[in-house]
């Protein structure tokens, strides 16, 4: 995957760390599974603009902190 991609995972993945939230329970609060959770934070997946809304409002973070890198 690109560059892009793997930056964004590599944020998700920070932030969800920091919260001490596990994948599986940050899917559940996204309505995402844990695997492409996984796959997001690994950057090899590229989300869509949704995705990411649902993922930010997950983590209760402002959509630009995902791009905070």
């Known amino acids: 995957m690109n560059e892009l991609s793997k930056q964004i995972g590599t944020k ?3 932030i969800r760390k ?3 939230l596990s994948q599986e329970y940050l899917g559940e ?3 995402l599974t844990k695997n492409y959770i996984g796959l997001l934070e690994r950057g090899r997946r590229n989300p ?3 995705t990411l809304a649902q993922i ?3 983590l209760n973070v ?3 902190a995902l791009f905070d890198f």
Do not use: G, H, S, W
Request: charged letters at 10%; aromatic letters at 0%; glycine letters at 0%.
């Open 29 to 31: 609060l996204a309505n």
């Open 12 to 14: 998700i993945q920070q």
């Open 18 to 20: 920091q919260q001490q």
């Open 48 to 50: 869509t603009l949704q």
């Open 62 to 64: 402002p959509l630009e």
């Open 56 to 58: 930010a409002k997950a």
